[in-house]
C-alpha cells in the first residue's frame, strides 16, 4: 500500500503484517527489554536540549513516534522487524533529524492545511493500477497496525502533517539551488551530451603472462614484500542455536488457516500489485494463479519466520536472565529445551560464517562478544531462521608461510609481472602513438605499425551510463573521464584498469543537436534544479544540526554505532 511513497519496498510484509504484528507487542513496547528506545520516567519532564532550549519528554516521544513511521513508509516496514535498523539505532538517528527539521518549521511559521494532508494520505495509499485510494487498506493501517506498535491515528496525523511541512522546509532552505538560469543550465546540457568519437588501443595483461619467468627468488622477495596481502585476519567462532523455519511450518499453517478472507486479500494485493510485477524465474508474467499461489506461500515462510523469532527470544531473554553468565550457559540452557548448539566456522569481521544464511551485520555482532559479555542482545533473523548466538573463541592474526600458500603466491607473481609488461607496452606506445599524430599520422596508422588491436567506439557523451562495445576492456568511466579531459586530436596518457590498461584517442567531438536541446533541455533544466535544491538542503541542514547542538536520550548509543 506504500507503493508511491517508495517504489521498492518489501510488500509482502505489509500484506501480513497487520495479521502478525501483534505477536511482536510483548517484545517491542516502550516497557519490555527490546525497548523502543522512548526515555523512561513519569510526568513530562526535560530529557535533552535544541538550541539551547529544553526539550520535553513530550516532545522527544513525538518525535521518537514520527521517526518509526518515518521509516515505515521509507522502508517499507517497520524499524523494529529490522535487524539492521535495531543495531544502527536508525529510529533514534531519525528522531534527531527530525526534532530538528520540526523546530525549524515551527521557527519559519509552516502551517499545513487539511486538504495537503488528506492529499498526502490519498497518494499513500493509492492502488498502483487503478490509481484509486484504498479506503480499506487506510482503515486496516489505522485500526490494526498502528495499535499494534502503540501508536495512534492521532500520532500518524502528525507525523502526516509534519511531513508535508518538512517538504515546504526542504524547498524554502533549497531554494538558492533552484535558481540557475537556463543560460547556465544550457551550457552543463551542452557540455554533458556532446558526442565523443574515440578509437582506444588496449593492452590485456593476460596477453603477457606467457612472458613471466618463474623465480624461486623473486617469488619469496614478492611474499615478503606482500605480506599484508596474505596475513590472515583476525576471525571468531560463535555457538548457535538455530531456530529453522522449517521446523514452523505447521504452526504457520495454522496461522494463515485463521486469517479471514484470505483468498480476498491476496486478490487485492495482487491487484494493487499489477500482473506484471510477478515473473517466474525466466523472467516471465506468472499467471494469476500462479502468483497468487507464490504469494500464499509467502505468506506461510513468513508467518514461519514470526513464529521461530518468538521462540528465539524467548530462549534469548531467559538466557538474558541468568545471573554470572559464561560461554557454557548456551549449552547448558540448550540442553535443557532439548536444543541443539552447534559452532561456526571460523570468520572474520567483513565475511559471513559458511553454511549460515544470515545478515550482513552478523560478524559485527559477533565480533563484539566476549567472555565477560558472552550473548548478543537479540536473536538474529536470517532470511530461513534464527539464530541465537553466544560467543565461542577468536583466533588471532596470522601469516601463513610461502611453503603453505606457494601456489597461490606463484600465481599472484605471474599476474603481477604480467600488469607491469602490460604497463610498459601501453606507456611505450602513448609516447609512439603521440610522436606519430605530431608528424603527420593517424592513431590508426601508429596502432598498426606497434602491432597493436585498435576499436572504434561508436559515439557516447557524460551522460552514456554503459558501452557494450568497451565491457571487457576496461572500466568505462575511466574511458569517459580520459577522453573528456584531452583535446580533439589528443591522445591520453596510458589509463590502468583491471586487466592490464588503454590509451584513447579523441577523434572528435560533436555538439549536441538542435533537435535534442529542443526535446530533452527542459527536463535537464529541472531535473537540474532538483539537483542543486537538495545540494543546497544538505548543505543548510548540516549548518543547522552544527547550531543546534542537539543533546537527546541514547546519543552514547548513537555515537557507538557510527563507530
Do not use: C
Request: no cysteine.
Amino acid at each position: 500500500m506504500f507503493t508511491n511513497i517508495r517504489r521498492h519496498q518489501k510488500w509482502l510484509w505489509l500484506l501480513i503484517s497487520s495479521a502478525v504484528i501483534v505477536s511482536f507487542v510483548v517484545y517491542f513496547n516502550p516497557n519490555s527489554k527490546y525497548s523502543r528506545g522512548l526515555p523512561s520516567g513519569s510526568g513530562d519532564a526535560r530529557v535533552g536540549t535544541i538550541y539551547g532550549r529544553p526539550v520535553m519528554r513530550s516532545e522527544y516521544s513525538d518525535a521518537y513516534r514520527e521517526a518509526e513511521l518515518r521509516y515505515l513508509f521509507s522502508e517499507g516496514r517497520w524499524a523494529s522487524d529490522d535487524e539492521t535498523a535495531r543495531m544502527l539505532h536508525l529510529v533514534e538517528k531519525e528522531t534527531r533529524n527530525r526534532m530538528l527539521l520540526i523546530e525549524k518549521v515551527r521557527q519559519y511559521g509552516i502551517k499545513v492545511n487539511d486538504e495537503a494532508v488528506a492529499a498526502w494520505i490519498r497518494e499513500a495509499f493509492k492502488d498502483r493500477d487503478q490509481k484509486a485510494f484504498q479506503l480499506e487498506s487506510y482503515n486496516r493501517f489505522v485500526k490494526d497496525q498502528l495499535p499494534a506498535h502503540g501508536l495512534t491515528a492521532e500520532d500518524f496525523q502528525r507525523f502526516v502533517r509534519n511531513e508535508v511541512a518538512i517538504g515546504h522546509l526542504v524547498s524554502l532552505a533549497g531554494m538558492p539551488g533552484r535558481l540557475v538560469t537556463p543560460q547556465e543550465a544550457q551550457s552543463e546540457f551542452r557540455r554533458e551530451h556532446e558526442q565523443l568519437e574515440t578509437e582506444v588501443v588496449t593492452f590485456a595483461s593476460s596477453n603477457y603472462l606467457a612472458n613471466v619467468k618463474i623465480d624461486p627468488a623473486a617469488i619469496a622477495t614478492f611474499y615478503t614484500n606482500q605480506q599484508a596481502t596474505y596475513r590472515i585476519p583476525e576471525r571468531v567462532q560463535v555457538n548457535y542455536v538455530e531456530f529453522p523455519v522449517s521446523n514452523y511450518l505447521a504452526r504457520a499453517d495454522a496461522r494463515v488457516a485463521q486469517e479471514t478472507n484470505l483468498s480476498l486479500k491476496i486478490d487485492q494485493f495482487y491487484n494493487q500489485r499489477g500482473a506484471n510485477s510477478f515473473t517466474d524465474t525466466n523472467g516471465q508474467v506468472m499467471t494469476a494463479t500462479a502468483a497468487k499461489d507464490k504469494i500464499k506461500s509467502q505468506m506461510r515462510d513468513q508467518f514461519a519466520l514470526v513464529e521461530a523469532r518468538k521462540d528465539a527470544i524467548g530462549f534469548a531473554t531467559e538466557l538474558a536472565e541468568l545471573q554470572n553468565r559464561t560461554p557454557a550457559d548456551l549449552e547448558k540452557l540448550a540442553s535443557g529445551k532439548k536444543l541443539s548448539v552447534k559452532v561456526s566456522a571460523p570468520f572474520s569481521e567483513f565475511e559471513s560464517p559458511q553454511g549460515l544464511n544470515v545478515p550482513e551485520n552478523f560478524p559485527r555482532i559477533a565480533f563484539s562478544l566476549t567472555p565477560q559479555e558472552p550473548f548478543a542482545e537479540q536473536p538474529v533473523v536470517g532470511e530461513d531462521g534464527v539464530y541465537v548466538i553466544g560467543f565461542n573463541k577468536k583466533i588471532p592474526s596470522e601469516l601463513p608461510g610461502l611453503d603453505s600458500i606457494r601456489s597461490r603466491v606463484t600465481e599472484d607473481y605471474r599476474r603481477n609481472q604480467a600488469q607491469m609488461m602490460a604497463r610498459a607496452a601501453g606507456i611505450e606506445f602513448q609516447s609512439t602513438a603521440t610522436n606519430a599524430i605530431a608528424s603527420g599520422k593517424t592513431f590508426e596508422q601508429a596502432a598498426t605499425a606497434a602491432k597493436a588491436v585498435l576499436t572504434k567506439l561508436p559515439p557516447f557523451s557524460a551522460t552514456t551510463r554503459s558501452l557494450p562495445e568497451f565491457e571487457s576492456k576496461g572500466d568505462f568511466s575511466s574511458l569517459k573521464n580520459a577522453a573528456q579531459s584531452i583535446s580533439q586530436g589528443q591522445v591520453s596518457s596510458f589509463i590502468n584498469s583491471r586487466d592490464g590498461g588503454f590509451v584513447v584517442y579523441l577523434r572528435s567531438r560533436q555538439p549536441v543537436s538542435d533537435a535534442a536541446m529542443q526535446s530533452e533541455f527542459n527536463a535537464y533544466l529541472a531535473s537540474l534544479r532538483r539537483s542543486k535544491q537538495s545540494e543546497a538542503f544538505s548543505d543548510w541542514f548540516r549548518h543547522e544540526m552544527d547550531l543546534a547542538r542537539i543533546q537527546l536520550p541514547g546519543d552514547d548509543k548513537l555515537a557507538q554505532s557510527e563507530q
